[in-house]
């Protein structure tokens, strides 16, 4: 078994004869650890026995169901080897939270629990505490409370699958129950011979057509349904019956929609892919420019897959993304569709789990978290917009869920699709070594051209003032031309904050974090200069920390000035902003979607938030203020980051039929990423990227782990890593296994300080991730 706690191995525990029945893999168990008792997973036998009198007992088996398939457990030990993390936290990370935590079971003594009583030969203790389970639903706590000791859970359990008690489940606070509306299906009964009010005929007509409708739907037709149907009801012409609604987080009711006929590039590429389901592993790359219907082909795929009686997974990298996925498939496959991801409550979330686990559904949608569904075996993985940097998970448990959708398929022998428009360097490389298979859309599903792209140099506004500055006259011409074809325009900048260069006016010393010793943002709405790492506030009334002259410039610029400023130019216009400070209530993103699809909102400016992959008909022009943001940034993934966020947000023009048109601002107009992003050609970038990370022996050429060292004491911290650092050079010298490694570093980290703590690093770098893999290992030791 594992536990939840930061040790590497696992443990072995004899399993008494009394308990023999109840455990299984997947189960929490209940374990003496040192002088404590703790919780455990139950993982299986182990290979070898080891001697049986340094074997402790597992005191008690805490599940009456497993919590996760026996078929995980290798999954688990390959993320906890690989990403060199704990496998009782591996699975503890998997889990959903509310699961463990939030769990209430209650038990109650059945008629047959009594009748045992009466006639069975029991033992005292047993005895009073059937007794004590007599009554109200009670916690288990509650029992032995009563009962003054404590009852193993084992019995407990035993007597629940004998009958003599009642176990029901249920989460303490959110327990969501599905949302249930009165449907109406018609019944066939001599229709002529019985006069109809027109009304009632166009329902009868309505419900035919539709196989049944809730009665919320009828009443979107027939304002007055609700009292007709009743009506209709006793008078034997429609049955109606509650049943479950899922609501669209969209907030309109979802209509089953029919496949369209394919194209004949997406028939191409279902007919590539589907021949592998159910046959061994195997990975398709599906590059497919924005606006080929990648969806489309997923859903074909997904159709298959089921026919086949297998299950469906499908990643999707943000939660309003997410929205639009599950549409797409309730609108095909109806309600059998889990959803994962981090904006459900921890009941839902236990909800949906369970639901997989038990096998009632099929399919699952959701963010990087829900790699970890507990199906028996996955058939079809799909990875849409592979390329998202939201896949990585960067606290406690690091994994990106794109690789281990990859290896899930292989341990599950299935397919995995991995879809994007700017596909990862990653990937594309894996295809050209052989180990995925590329299937291409090169055109949009309505033939309509990729958007234009114009680039714009910024360097020639450098004389000008204000925000003629930051926007050129071409930017401003098109937002005329488009505003007054009543067409939508989205403005990308991936800055938020209104001005970020804030600079002391008399010595010219920069505003920063007392935390952090980063420049922090002006915020225009809430009056204040921020830290956008650490979260640090600053009245704006502040003054200059060195000087203490309260004459602060504030440059630059984020949405929240670009808002204001085209406001102030289009008044007319109706502006709204997508950011993390505009969504960081629930449900704020989806609103913000929700009226972009409406046509309430005529300027769009937003972040990285409005890139990834919507499809909105109406948008035609796009602007991108400064596209030098991300490239920047110290991080040897610059380039490829800028090239797929250029693409993307580019590729949200022009969707629908009239042509999209796109701006693209830039100080650096000779840049290859910006230029390739301009030409939408990956293949171009692709190739100089390549030179260039093999030039330097960077991913996917190598592999690297960053070790970070961080502390609250500067000079302890510094001496540390340096420490660290000696350590591992010594390991490099004397240990043969390693001479492929080079170490980088120990260095300041590029942000030295956040949060107080100060940061260092080292980069250690090879070929092979094997001896990174056990140097490390010896580092931790
Ligand atoms: P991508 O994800 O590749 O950028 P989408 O899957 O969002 O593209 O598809 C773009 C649009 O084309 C969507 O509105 C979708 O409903 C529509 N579409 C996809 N396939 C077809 C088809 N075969 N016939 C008609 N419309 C289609
Ligand atoms: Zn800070
Ligand atoms: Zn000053």
Redesign the pocket.
């Known amino acids: 078994m594992a536990v939840p706690l930061p040790v590497h191995h696992t443990f072995t525990y004899r399993v008494p004869t009394h308990l023999a029945d109840a455990v299984a893999p997947g189960k929490r168990v209940l374990v003496p650890f040192g002088r404590r008792r703790i919780t455990g997973y139950a993982l299986g036998r182990p290979p070898q026995v080891p001697e049986i009198r340094t074997v402790k007992d597992i005191a008690d088996v805490l599940d009456e169901t497993p919590l996760f398939p026996k078929s995980m457990v290798p999954f688990f030990r390959w993320v906890a080897d690989y990403y060199l993390h704990p496998l009782g936290e591996v699975i503890q990370t998997a889990l959903p939270g509310g699961l463990v935590l939030a769990e209430l079971s209650l038990y109650q003594l059945t008629e047959s629990g009594r009748q045992a009583m009466a006639k069975e030969h029991l033992d005292e203790s047993a005895r009073r505490a059937l007794a004590a389970l007599d009554g109200q639903p009670s916690k288990y706590a509650h029992i032995c409370k009563k009962i003054k000791d404590d009852l193993p859970r084992s019995k407990l359990n035993a007597w629940v699958a004998k009958g003599w008690v009642d176990h029901t489940v249920a989460l303490r606070g959110q327990y969501t129950r599905p949302k249930m509306q009165r449907f109406v299906q018609s019944i066939s009964f001599d229709r002529h011979n019985v006069r109809l009010s027109q009304q009632r005929q166009n329902i009868l007509t309505l419900l035919d057509a539709h196989g049944g409708m809730f009665v919320s739907q009828l009443k979107t037709h027939i304002p007055t349904a609700s009292n007709l149907v009743r009506a209709m009801s006793k008078d034997g012409q429609v049955r109606v019956d509650e049943r479950a609604v899922y609501r669209d987080p969209l907030g309109s009711p979802i209509d089953p929609d029919h496949p ?4 004949v590039e ?1 028939r191409a590429a279902v007919d590539r892919i589907s021949p592998a389901l159910g046959k061994a592993f195997k990975t398709f790359l599906l590059s ?9 082909v997923y859903l074909h795929l997904a159709a298959k897959a089921l026919k086949m009686g297998m299950t469906v997974l499908i990643l999707v990298p943000e939660i309003a993304l997410i929205s639009q996925m599950e549409r797409a498939f309730r609108a095909r496959f109806g309600d059998k569709i889990a959803l994962l991801h981090s904006g459900l409550s921890n009941g839902e979330r236990f909800d949906q789990y369970q639901r997989i686990s038990r096998g009632e559904l099929r399919i699952a949608i959701g963010a990087r978290s829900a790699i970890f569904a507990p199906f028996e075996r996955v058939g079809l993985i799909i990875v849409d917009e592979e390329h998202d940097d939201s896949y990585k998970q960067e606290g406690a448990l690091r994994y990106h869920a794109r690789d281990l959708a990859v290896v899930r398929a292989q341990m599950d022998r299935s397919v995995a699709v991995l879809g994007s ?1 700017t596909p990862s360097l990653q990937s594309a490389y894996n295809v050209q070594l052989g180990k995925y298979e590329q299937v291409d ?1 090169h055109e949009r ?2 033939r309509s051209t990729l958007p234009d792209i114009v680039v714009q140099d910024l360097t020639q506004l450098k004389e000008e003032q204000g925000l003629r500055r930051f926007i050129t006259p071409e930017l401003i011409e098109s937002m005329q031309d488009s505003l007054s074809r009543r067409e939508q325009v989205l403005l990308f900048l991936n800055r938020r904050g209104f001005a970020n260069v804030l600079v002391c006016a008399s010595c010219g010393e920069p505003l920063r974090c007392d935390r952090c010793d980063i420049s922090l943002t002006y915020h225009k709405r809430i009056n204040a200069y921020k830290c956008h790492y650490c979260g640090f506030n600053r009245a704006a009334g502040s003054c200059c920390s060195r000087c203490g002259s309260s004459q602060i410039k504030r440059l630059g610029l984020g949405t929240e000035k670009v808002e204001s400023k085209i406001q102030a130019l289009f008044p007319e216009a109706r502006v709204a902003r997508m950011d993390r400070d505009t969504t960081r209530r629930k449900g704020a993103t989806v609103k913000i979607l929700k009226a972009l699809r409406d046509r309430e909102i005529d300027i769009l400016v937003g972040t990285q938030m409005v890139a990834k ?1 919507h ?1 909105y ?1 109406h948008i035609t022009l796009v602007g991108i203020i400064c596209a030098d943001l991300s490239l920047s940034m110290p991080d040897f993934r610059a380039g490829e980051r800028t090239f797929q966020l250029l693409a993307q947000v580019a ?1 949200r023009a022009g ?1 629908g039929t009239s042509p999209g048109k796109v701006i693209l601002q830039t100080y650096n107009p000779q840049h290859f990423s910006v230029q390739a992003a301009r030409n939408q050609d990956f293949g171009t970038f692709f190739r100089q990227e390549m030179e260039f990370r093999k030039a330097l022996g960077y991913p996917p050429f190598s592999r690297m782990i960053q070790l970070r060292i961080q502390g609250k004491a500067k000079d302890h911290t510094a001496a540390h890593a340096k420490q660290l650092g000696r350590r591992c050079s010594e390991l490099l010298r004397v240990r043969n296994a390693y001479t492929n490694v080079s170490l980088l570093g120990p260095l300041e980290a590029p942000l030295p300080r956040i949060a107080e703590q100060y940061r260092w690093q080292m980069l250690i770098k090879s070929p092979q991730v094997k001896p990174l893999h056990s140097l490390v290992r010896e580092l931790l030791m």
């Open positions: 369209p006929q394919l194209t997406q497919g420019v924005t606006g080929s219907g990648k969806t489309e428009a859309l599903v309505d992959g499809d008909p590729g969707r």
